[in-house]
């Protein structure tokens, strides 16, 4: 078996399974919901990823701008990890995650904007315990490489703007990933290819 685990977001997955594909390592989704803010879904307060514990960031002064208590915060978190849990079920069913531990994790953004979710990913594999974590995504910030380099063993950026308006303008093309097209892509993967299930969710 490799010794690489290929643990990915669940969005733009057609250049992340060619990775997979080329590594022959296992496939996995890191599901994560980013926390909106109320009446404002686009500005972030935090993100949450799936795990034993869940992996939670959090943007302090937003939620300190927007005078969110815990107990609000919270409320949105559960209903998040609701919805990421049925995510996972539509996706692949019962089968369950990739093992991680003493492994090479490789996790695979189709680019990195505010970082939040991205980061709620990493701690959520970290958590896992592999061998060595590496983020690869072709587009990020500046300023946010040193932040994602705490979270990572290795970060692997292709493009690196001071400026960056939108990840979407650093791509030919950059179609929304629909289900079918994540879970014909886990149908793929050994390891999915018998309980993978379709049904509509975010990507």
Request: hydrophobic residues 40%.
């Amino acid at each position: 078996m490799s010794q690489k685990s290929s643990a990915r977001q669940s969005h733009q997955n057609g250049p992340k399974a060619l990775t997979g594909d080329r590594l022959r390592a296992p496939l996995d989704l890191v599901l994560v919901r980013k926390i909106g803010a109320p009446g404002q879904p686009e500005l972030a307060m935090g993100a949450i990823a799936e795990g034993e514990p869940p992996a939670i960031v959090r943007n302090e002064d937003v939620i300190r701008a927007l005078g969110i208590d815990r107990l609000r915060f919270d409320a949105m978190k559960m209903k998040a990890l609701e919805e990421i849990a049925e995510r996972r079920r539509r996706y692949i069913g019962q089968r369950p995650r990739a093992e991680i531990a003493g492994r090479i994790a490789i996790v695979i953004d189709d680019g990195v904007a505010t970082g939040a979710t991205t980061r709620a990913a990493l701690r959520s594999v970290r958590a896992q315990r592999p061998r060595q974590l590496i983020l690869a995504v072709p587009v990020a910030p500046a300023s946010l490489l040193e932040v994602l380099r705490l979270e990572a063993d290795r970060v692997v950026c292709l493009e690196a703007p001071h400026d960056l308006y939108a990840v979407g303008i650093h791509y030919r093309k950059f179609d929304q990933t629909s289900d079918s097209e994540v879970i014909e892509m886990l149908a793929r993967d050994p390891a999915t290819r018998v309980v993978a299930h379709p049904g509509k969710g975010e990507t």
